[in-house]
């Protein structure tokens, strides 16, 4: 494994980061298949549902931000190798910055939602859940802009598959605007999180598939 080459490193970080950040996604409570879907915009329900499954909530709030990592070397590593000084690469070496901002908020909120699970807030769960709700409103622009600009990219690079890299902007615009309207209306926050997850799996087979091609050149 110490002598892997960095583009089967980076096509491999391409395919497992999503797909960590997917399962993040969907195993944890009060969002996805565990503890029934909670309106996040409702602090007292979301701490709830966070204490009644903090075993499970430990993990997915862990996993993201692991995945996020993971994702956020093989972008910077696609950029790099195949972008950087051809089409696109301004674009995409604008957007990485973005998608780092975007894991550090995923790894803090994360940390103070954990704190929350644990039981160790105590009084303070409240304020704490609401500084995590923040964080993850304001890097979810950021990300979104970040993706899109990535994938946008991506469309005018002949590395690419262009059906896919088309997709996979789509899909960050639309995330994007989710993440715009949640934050700036969060009684529909819920619902704008939910049509995000969606456009996240978008992304995720596109990068699956960069990944792919990356592993190829050896």
């Known amino acids: 494994m110490g002598t892997i080459s960095e583009n089967k490193l980076g096509g491999l970080a391409l395919i497992v980061g999503p797909i960590v950040g997917l399962v993040s996604y969907l195993i944890r409570p009060g969002g996805g298949l565990v503890g029934g879907n909670v309106d996040p915009a409702n602090p007292i329900a979301s701490i709830g549902v966070l204490m009644a499954n903090a075993d ?15 994702l956020f070397y093989g972008l910077r590593h696609v950029v790099e190798s195949v972008l950087k000084g051809g089409n696109g690469g301004a674009l995409a070496t604008l957007g990485v910055p973005m998608v780092l901002i975007t894991v550090i908020g995923w790894v803090i909120s994360g940390a103070l939602a954990n704190t929350i699970a644990s039981g160790s807030a105590g009084p303070g769960a409240g304020a704490l859940y609401v500084s995590q709700l923040g964080i993850g409103l304001t890097t979810g622009i950021i990300g979104g802009i970040g993706f899109l600009l990535v994938t946008l990219a991506a469309t005018t690079n002949d590395f690419f598959n262009k059906k896919f890299a088309i997709a996979a902007t789509v899909a960050a615009a639309v995330g994007l605007v989710c993440s715009i309207l949640g934050a700036n209306d969060l009684s529909q926050l819920q619902t704008m999180n939910q049509i995000t997850g969606v456009a996240w799996l978008v992304v995720t087979v596109w990068s699956v598939i960069v990944g792919l091609a990356v592993m190829k050149k050896g």
């Open 56 to 70: 499970i909530a430990n993990i997915s709030l862990l996993l993201g931000p692991i995945g996020g990592v993971i």
